[in-house]
């Protein structure tokens, strides 16, 4: 199993470009999510899927779209990348929201974008 | 509003020393409280709480949940330099049932 991954590492954008950073899990998990990680502020969560075809707002969705088409797949689009979306963004799978099985969270390795 | 504050925010010790980190929780709905190591890189799991009382322990750590008090401690005896990280409290719960993550607390573990 490859578990979490995601692409690309690092991004360099300008303000009002955008793009899309992607995230594949390999382990059938139906929880999906996408966070983000500033100095001092701990993660915080974007947007999140408990299924294929089911997404929903997190604590900070604003300039941030999901899709899930697959279960696969949970890619996070960046509609007009401004400097405040810097930061270190990380996905995570798991077998379920509520964790019936006492599985945790798997995070991907992250991507560190810039926005200039 | 659901929140998770963890203490100290840093924190320097010496190879040796026993530390203890805090993490405090008002969440909704509360389900499990997890902690995570993160290094350079992805957050890595190390333990899930949902019951008062019970040690959960992996070699020099340690983990204990007190649901009346609304709080959890991480214990590392004998440190070492290796354990030089950000250690992050998250709590499931709230009204989706998502984790909740604290601001973690980076400990330094000096030689």
């Known amino acids: 199993n490859a578990g979490v991954t995601q692409t690309p590492k690092f991004q360099v954008l300008k303000t009002g470009q955008s793009m899309t950073l992607q995230c594949a899990q390999d382990m059938n998990h139906e929880y999906m999510s996408w966070y983000r990680q500033d100095p001092g502020m701990g993660l915080r969560l974007i947007h999140y899927?408990?299924?294929?075809?089911?997404?929903d707002q997190g604590e900070v969705p604003n300039g941030y779209n999901v899709s899930r088409s697959t279960t696969e797949d949970f890619p996070l689009r960046l509609l007009s990348a401004a400097p405040s979306q810097t930061s270190v963004y990380f996905c995570?799978?798991?077998?379920?929201?509520?964790?019936?099985?006492?599985?945790?969270?798997?995070f991907g390795p992250g991507t560190r974008l810039l926005v200039l | 509003e659901d929140k998770v504050v963890q203490s100290p925010l840093s924190l320097v010790v010496h190879e040796g020393d026993t530390v203890t980190l805090n993490c405090s929780y008002e969440?909704?709905?509360?389900?499990?409280l997890l902690w995570y190591k993160q290094e350079k890189k992805a957050p890595t799991f190390l333990f899930m709480l949902?019951?008062?009382?019970i040690e959960k322990k992996s070699g020099r750590l340690s983990s204990i949940l007190d649901k009346k008090e609304l709080f959890s401690i991480l214990n590392i005896t004998a440190t070492q330099t290796g354990d030089s990280a950000v250690y992050l409290c998250?709590?499931?719960?709230?009204?989706?049932?998502?984790?909740?993550f604290g601001k973690g607390t980076k400990l330094s573990v000096k030689p």
């Open positions: 969440v909704t709905n509360f389900r499990s």
């Open positions: 998250a709590a499931k719960g709230g009204s989706q049932g998502n984790l909740i």
């Open positions: 995570a799978s798991s077998y379920d929201r509520g964790g019936s099985r006492g599985e945790t969270q798997y």
């Open positions: 899927s408990v299924g294929a075809g089911i997404t």
């Open positions: 949902t019951s008062s009382g």
